[in-house]
Nanobody, 123 residues
């Protein structure tokens, strides 16, 4: 089993930046494809970005293309989400998730999840 822990969330003003981290323990993160999802109160969980185990392939939701960047450092057992030009609409709990099979935009296909980290963007 792999355990995932998100960090880096917090309160930021609109237009600011944050970098979220997803650290793995128990197993090396290099085995897994990893996705980032977010969920705001009263809304469904939303796909944000995904990265292949090698880091060679990335997918982004249309809403964050050009704004967010997903990356990974397998030597540090960590996947990152760099978030720039943040807007109040980006406020949510952000989760990372992992699966052995190929990367996906569908939350139900992921096997392992972190506890989430809160991102709040003030206007």
């Amino acid at each position: 089993q792999v355990q995932l822990t998100e960090s880096g969330g917090g309160l930021v003003q609109a237009g600011g930046s944050l970098r979220l981290s997803c650290a793995a323990s128990g197993r090396t993160i290099s085995t897994y494809n990893v996705g980032w999802f977010r969920q705001a109160p009263g809304k469904e969980r939303e796909f944000v970005a995904a990265i292949s185990s090698s880091g060679l392939i990335t997918f982004y939701a249309d809403s964050v293309k050009g704004q967010f960047t997903i990356s990974r450092d397998n030597a540090k057992n960590t996947v990152y989400l760099q978030m720039n030009s943040l807007k109040p609409e980006d406020t949510a709990v952000y989760y990372c998730a992992a699966r052995y099979q190929r990367m996906s935009r569908t939350a139900e296909r992921y096997d392992y999840w972190g506890q989430g980290t809160q991102v709040t963007v003030s206007s």
